[in-house]
Structure formats: C-alpha cells, structure tokens
C-alpha cells in the first residue's frame, strides 16, 4: 500500500525523470551531481509515493516499467516549464543594483573596442558599473549574466536583440613594413593564424582570389588580441575584424593593405535577457552598444 504523503515528492519526480532521460541511475546521478545512493533514495520514495514500480531490473540492466515509461513521458515536459520558467524569472540579489553583467564570446572585440569606451557608457548611465565576462561555451539560463554580446552563440531564453555590426575583414602590417606596399605582398610576408577564428583565412582568401598555396603561414594564437602586439612590432601581416583593429590604423600603429577589406559574414548581436535584474539598463546598453559599432562602421567607410 502506497504510503500517505501530504505533498508530492517532487525532487524525487525530478530524479526520476532524470533516470528516464539517461538511461540509469549512474548517469542521472552525474547529470545532478549528486550521489548514485541519493538517486537511488529518491527513487525509492517516489514509487512508495506512488504505489508501484518505476523501474525493473532485466539482468544487468535496468529498465522503465509500463508504467514508469507512462509517467516520465507525462511528467517531463510539464517540470521542464517549471524549470525554465523559474529560471527566466530568477531574480538575483546583487549587493550593486546599479551594475550589469555582459558575458561575450567575442574576446578580442571586448579588449581593443569595447571595454576602452566603457567609461562613456557609465558617465552616460550615472555610474553604472558594466562587468565583462568572456566565455566561448554556449550560455544557459542559470548563467549569471543581463547581455550577450556574440557572433556565434545563442540565447535559449526570452531576450531582446540588437544587431550591432556586421563584420569586414581586413589585412594590416606595421607601417614600416608595408606602407606603400600592395596585396602581392601577402605571398611573401608571413601571414599569422588565429586557431578561434579558423574561417577567418578560408574567407579571406576566397575574396582575393587566393589558396592556402600563395600565401606564407606565419605563427599560431589563440585570439586575435595575443596576435596584435606580434603584428604591431613584426615583419608579419595578420587577417583581421577591421572594427578591432581601427583604432590602431587611426593611431598610426597598424596600416591596412589597399584592396585587402572583405565581408566576413558574420553578424556581431547583443541580446539583452528578460531575466535581468535591471532590465532597462541593459537593453541601453545594447543600444548603446548598438551605436557604438555604427560609428566605427562609418569611420571604417570614410
């Protein structure tokens, strides 16, 4: 006889659930982090809840019963809107309600363009302070953060968004090297490559009617601003986003090699999340952020 509970055991419901989707109880238990004994524990007090088995073992392996294959596809979709929907509307306490998280996938962007201006955004916004994080992996909705700023990525969460720019490639070299120097000088000088970016060269290339085979290969980096300061001293030439680099070219440190500007296709976005403690103020920022990339554009284009 099922035991009487006065609520409905739902950690045990989630555990269960859990094992449904992995297929048992040792992957359920790394997929919670919790221990295999507790998963275990859990499961025991939800079929005592209910009144029968969840699941059997079939020798060395352990399967969903009837019954237990009949809940899990009845209970799982509802507890994941509960999940998201907690997690969407999750309001953190901050100590600074005056502050905004931004998480971007784009590094180099953050180090030579976006973080150097911050301080007209918070003068702008009577001293809001922006922190910036930098983060490759796709983000969740229990990720701390109000804006992503990306080329790449996502959101999987309600979200307002902005399109911030849309990206031109361009070659650079130190003035010494290659002032007065046309795109032929791309077969000589060593071109350096940038392993997070591996469709920057490939698109380049095709634009100017090049292959691997008529350029020289120079050294590897990680992101673009490790590859700044070996451009900037170096005989080597680097492919680059011109919105990174256009201030360097305006300050007289890095030239652009006449004809060497291509469309990258990638659309620079900034997404602004419901879930925001301060709401309004990220989606300024965006804005704000917005206009930023237009004017570089602009100054780009003269």
């Given amino acids: 006889m099922a035991a009487e509970y006065d609520e409905v055991p739902l950690n045990a419901v ?19 982090g919790i221990t295999q004994s507790s998963v275990s524990r859990y499961l025991a007090v939800l079929q005592e809840y209910l009144g029968t088995d969840l699941v059997e073992r079939r020798g060395r392996r352990s399967e969903l019963t009837q019954f237990g294959r009949l809940f899990a596809n009845t209970v799982s979709e509802p507890l994941d809107t509960v999940c998201f929907t907690a997690k969407r509307m999750r309001r953190r306490n901050r100590s600074d309600a005056n502050r905004i998280v931004v998480r971007t996938s784009l590094s180099t962007f953050a ?21 910036v994080i930098s983060s490759l992996s796709p983000p969740t909705s229990s990720d701390n953060f109000d804006i992503l700023i990306t080329r790449d990525l996502s959101v999987i969460e309600p979200a307002d968004d902005w399109e911030i720019y849309n990206e031109t490639l361009v070659c650079v070299g130190s003035p010494g090297h290659v002032a007065g120097k046309t795109l032929s000088i791309a077969r000589s000088m060593p071109l350096l490559n940038i392993t997070s970016r591996p469709d920057i060269m490939p698109t380049w290339l095709r634009a100017m ?9 120079g050294a590897r980096y990680d992101h673009n601003y490790l590859a700044l300061p070996a451009v900037m001293t170096g005989k080597c030439l680097l492919v680059a986003p011109e919105i990174i680099v256009g201030d360097l070219v305006r300050a007289g440190a890095l030239h652009v090699i006449p004809g060497s500007r291509a469309p990258s296709g990638m659309q620079y976005r900034a997404y602004a999340v419901d879930r925001s403690d301060n709401p309004e103020i990220a989606r300024a920022f965006c804005r704000w952020v917005a206009r930023l990339c237009k004017k570089a554009a602009i100054a780009e284009a003269a």
Avoid: H
């Avoid at 555990?15 to 048992?24: K, L, M, N, W, Y």
């Avoid at 976006?114 to 955004?121: H, K, M, T, V, Y």
């Fill in 111 to 131: 180090y030579s363009f976006l973080i150097p201006n911050l301080q007209a955004f918070s003068a702008e916004m009577d001293g809001v302070i922006v922190d």
């Fill in 14 to 32: 989630r555990a269960f659930v859990t094992i449904a989707r992995e297929g048992s109880v040792t992957r359920a238990a790394n997929a919670l």
């Fill in 209 to 217: 009617n090049l292959t691997a085979r008529d350029i020289k290969s």
